[in-house]
């Protein structure tokens, strides 16, 4: 099976090795091995309910789960084959769409400080702030902004680099963890499953001409996401390339990556005080005495 800390990013220069990592046959993963990758999936996601109850009940640690992505890699797909495991009681998914123009007149880290769960509970961004310095890199975006001249300089995404990672520290410091996915997909994938959209009527919601605005700025993009995964991967916050290509594998590492998560917290239900059990031992036997006379009533 594939070892998901392959896929791992901690430090600068580690991304040169993965970038071209797209597939199943990059990763060195045979695709006749299809069948136990997916049995391992289910597996994992298993794991993952009973470790989320446990999660939930110690409410001593959150998690952050960060899905950034070229359209068309599998997003939206993933985040609906976790959630279905998952009690979505201790789940929020938050999409990070376009900025509203609330957003835009606050910092960039606003909306996601906004989004952050509480302990005890998982949250899935669906992109992230991460888009404040892709999108608004790939497009020079940064020279629409409402800021002070002094602010908008050419050391702009170096000082978010660092704010970012600087915020990311600040969360795990404060018992979050925040799990960096992205998922890498080839520009010929990409084009299979924008066809696809376009072919069937039943996906055709899916697409939009504004995708096909973006699949110019492919390579583009390709450089900027080497330059932001080198610059905020950390060993308490790596980032995790994972092949996009094949669905069922990404999946699998996707399920991995969290169960090796939950692992590392290691969650467990709290243990009750001695004052604690020797009151559910009181009420138990008001319970049971409760039974007693019911029955008593009843032969009544």
């Known amino acids: 099976m594939l070892n998901v800390e392959r896929l791992c990013v901690k430090k600068d220069g580690e991304f040169e090795v993965l970038h071209e990592c797209t597939s199943a046959k990059n990763a060195g993963v045979n695709k006749q091995e ?31 789960v960060i899905l950034q992505a070229m359209d068309a890699a599998g997003k939206d797909g993933a985040v609906k084959h976790v959630i279905g495991a998952l009690n979505p009681q201790g789940v929020d998914v938050v999409s990070f769409k376009q900025p509203t123009k609330e957003e835009l ?35 020079h975006l940064e020279k629409t902004y409402r800021m002070a001249e002094r602010c908008i300089d050419d050391d702009f995404f170096e000082k978010r680099y660092r704010q970012i990672v600087d915020f990311e520290r600040y969360l795990y410091e404060n018992s979050y963890r925040v799990v960096k996915i992205f998922l890498n997909v080839s520009k010929e994938r990409q084009k299979e499953r924008f066809l696809e959209r376009i072919d069937d009527p039943a996906k055709n919601w899916k697409f939009s001409q504004a995708d096909l605005k973006e699949r110019a700025h492919f390579e583009s993009y390709q450089k900027v996401y080497r330059d932001v995964i080198d610059a905020t991967a950390k060993r308490d916050t790596p980032w995790y390339v994972v ?32 004052e604690e059990k020797a009151g559910l031992a009181q009420c138990r036997t008001l319970l049971t005495a409760d039974s007693q006379e019911e029955k008593e009533k009843n032969k009544k």
């Open 243 to 274: 092949p996009a290509d094949q669905k069922w594998l990404a999946r699998y590492c996707i399920s991995e990556i969290l169960v090796n998560t939950m692992n590392e917290i290691n969650p467990e239900f709290p243990e009750l005080s001695d």
């Open 105 to 139: 007149a606050h910092d960039y880290l606003w909306r996601a400080v906004r989004a952050l769960p509480t302990r005890g509970k998982i949250a899935i961004f669906n992109r992230s702030y991460y888009e404040d310095v892709l999108v608004v890199q790939v497009h």
């Open 34 to 64: 299809r069948a136990l990758y997916e049995q391992r999936t289910q597996q994992n996601l298993q794991k993952l309910a009973m470790m989320q109850e446990k999660l939930y009940a110690d409410g001593k640690e959150g998690v952050v």
